[in-house]
């Protein structure tokens, strides 16, 4: 079975503090590919990132970081230093062989001035 | 360049009732994706097109539910009749074909948020 964990529902920060939102993955396949999605209050889903299962390479992107660790399953997402408008909900999703897209529950994050 | 749409954004219906969803993707996009998705929750698939041929219906609740792209463009979501637990948004997104290098990225529409009374 293939499933996405987001544990955190809400993260409540003030402006400039950094914040880590959690993924947990499940899957039985060797290949695979993970993501986070924005959703901002408008709707719709924005792209962030996308890794596969043989780059565990971190990758940092302005203020945002991916921490991808195969040996716990997990691909965090950090952001530095954060500002209102990262205020949204963030999903966390996986595809696999099954080419279908897994998505998380989602984290909702506000920042606060 | 101009990103998924998707018509009308918000409806309201009575329960019973039909009603229709339209999505136009991304021009040069062969993938399409219907998603719901209810409050709180992340997207779950619905269907998926490659061009005008479902790949992947294996969501989609056929007894009330349909769907069509028919010249493997545009694409329309049907609820007949629709109820209380419909309520949802309905999201469309689009991607290039499945085999390329960047496959799993999609570009997602605003949603149709269905309100069932």
């Known amino acids: 079975a293939q499933k996405v964990t987001q544990a955190q529902t809400e993260i409540s920060v003030v402006e400039k503090e950094d914040v880590t939102l959690d993924c947990v993955y499940e899957?039985?396949?060797?290949?695979?590919?993970l993501f986070w999605y924005k959703q901002p209050p408008s709707g719709e889903l924005v792209f962030l990132i996308r890794r596969n299962s043989f780059d565990e390479q971190n990758e940092i992107s302005g203020r945002y970081s991916w921490n991808f660790q195969k040996s716990t399953s997990s691909f965090n997402f950090t952001i530095t230093a954060s500002q209102v408008v990262d205020s949204a909900v963030y999903f966390c999703?996986?595809?696999?062989?099954?080419?279908?897209?897994?998505f998380g529950t989602g984290t909702r994050l506000q920042v606060f001035p | 360049e101009a990103g998924v749409v998707q018509s009308p954004r918000y409806k309201i219906i009575e329960k019973k009732q039909p009603v229709a969803f339209w999505c136009n993707p991304i021009s040069g996009h062969n993938t399409l994706y219907w998603y719901l998705q209810n409050l709180g929750q992340g997207p779950e698939l619905l269907i998926r097109y490659e061009n005008e041929e479902a790949v992947d219906d294996s969501q989609l609740p056929k007894d009330r539910f349909s769907a069509e792209r028919l010249k493997g463009v545009d694409s329309t979501l049907k609820i007949q009749p629709a109820e209380l637990g419909d309520s949802a948004v309905y999201l469309c997104?689009?991607?290039?074909?499945?085999?390329?290098?960047?496959?799993?990225?999609?570009?997602f529409g605003e949603g149709s948020r269905l309100t069932v009374l």
């Open positions: 997104a689009s991607s290039r074909s499945i085999d390329s290098p960047n496959t799993g990225e999609l570009f």
């Open positions: 899957t039985r396949d060797t290949t695979y590919y």
């Open positions: 999703a996986l595809r696999s062989n099954t080419d279908k897209l897994i």
